[in-house]
């Protein structure tokens, strides 16, 4: 209108906008955010526009296409007009990435958390011996490589005869 001054947006805060991040779930294991997974490597703002660094986690996940859309969709929704992902691909996501709280979130959620460097010791050919997330137990066994997820494996414990999950390592 003629006379009036239009207020230009405000920038996005860069910790409101991790915040945000921290708020959205893994589609396949909902329990943990892309944060808590250490997908996000960085935000950055520039002027009202926003980018997001993305790991992604497995070579081929169905899931990274859905979180990158949804990373869009959340910002747009907070009112940031402007979301470019950048895809990083050096260094490579591996489980060493997930968060203390993340892991302890799997943990708490039934999934068996990544042992920290496990993918070097199974390369070395020492065995990984996977707590029972249920009992705590040691006494479990591999049930199958592959379990709901290409990024888990299905265990099952001698003691509490519980079935469980156990996130891989990369």
Request: glycine share 6%.
């Amino acid at each position: 209108m003629p006379g009036q001054t239009v207020k230009a947006a405000e920038p996005p805060c860069v910790n409101d906008i991790w915040s945000w991040l921290a708020e959205l779930p893994d589609p396949e294991v909902p329990v943990v955010s892309v944060v808590d997974l250490g997908m996000i490597r960085d935000v950055t703002v520039c002027g009202v526009a926003v980018e997001v660094s993305v790991a992604p986690t497995y070579s081929g996940c169905p899931a990274t296409e859905v979180i990158e859309h949804s990373i869009i969709a959340l910002l747009r929704d907070k009112g940031i007009a402007e979301v470019r992902l950048r895809r990083v691909l050096s260094p490579p996501w591996t489980t060493d990435w997930i968060s203390d709280e993340g892991r302890a979130k799997l943990l708490a959620y039934g999934i068996a958390p990544p042992a920290a460097a496990a993918g070097k010791r199974e390369i070395l050919g020492t065995k990984l011996r996977i707590a029972c997330p249920q009992c705590k137990s040691l006494e479990t066994t591999q049930v199958s490589e592959f379990g709901s997820t290409p990024c888990k494996a299905s265990y099952k414990c001698r003691d509490c005869l519980e079935p469980f999950e156990y996130f891989k390592c990369i």
